[in-house]
């Protein structure tokens, strides 16, 4: 614990203590390339810390908004027989017909900037 704790009290102060921060907005643009070098690690941890910050906080979005929550894995399976000339398939998960497409990729779409549609299945003619 001898190094953490001397890198902590002595080396961190005494490197901040040591930066060429100026006193005034203007002073950042008088900064020579030497003194932006010596800040290089003081940006990186901040950046880093500001990054590992959002990852954890960041709001989360599921693909699935409400199709069978309660379900551990949602799985649709089918013949392919039954399937008729065609289906469509829905993708954007935003159908009121999953896991059929109703159509409702294009309004998602809009509202989202996305190009996301349906997986098409033919039947071979
Ligand atoms: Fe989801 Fe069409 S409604 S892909």
Redesign the pocket.
């Given at each position: 614990m001898e190094p953490v704790s001397r890198i902590v009290k002595e080396h961190v102060p005494n490197y901040l203590s040591n930066l060429p921060v100026p006193n005034s907005i203007g002073g950042w643009f008088r900064l020579g390339v030497k003194d932006w070098l010596s800040m290089i690690p003081l940006f990186a941890v901040v950046g880093g810390a500001s990054y590992a910050t959002y990852r954890l906080f960041r709001p989360k979005s599921p693909v699935n908004p409400d199709i069978k929550k309660t379900d551990a894995k949602v799985v649709d399976s089918f013949n392919i027989e039954d399937l008729g000339d065609k289906a469509?398939f829905?993708?954007?998960?935003?159908?009121s017909k999953f896991p059929y497409?109703?159509?409702?990729?294009g309004k998602?779409n809009k509202t989202h900037g996305d190009n996301?549609?349906?997986l098409i299945i033919n039947k071979k003619k």
């Amino acid at each position: 614990m001898e190094p953490v704790s001397r890198i902590v009290k002595e080396h961190v102060p005494n490197y901040l203590s040591n930066l060429p921060v100026p006193n005034s907005i203007g002073g950042w643009f008088r900064l020579g390339v030497k003194d932006w070098l010596s800040m290089i690690p003081l940006f990186a941890v901040v950046g880093g810390a500001s990054y590992a910050t959002y990852r954890l906080f960041r709001p989360k979005s599921p693909v699935n908004p409400d199709i069978k929550k309660t379900d551990a894995k949602v799985v649709d399976s089918f013949n392919i027989e039954d399937l008729g000339d065609k289906a469509a398939f829905c993708r954007c998960w935003r159908s009121s017909k999953f896991p059929y497409c109703d159509g409702a990729h294009g309004k998602y779409n809009k509202t989202h900037g996305d190009n996301v549609g349906p997986l098409i299945i033919n039947k071979k003619k």
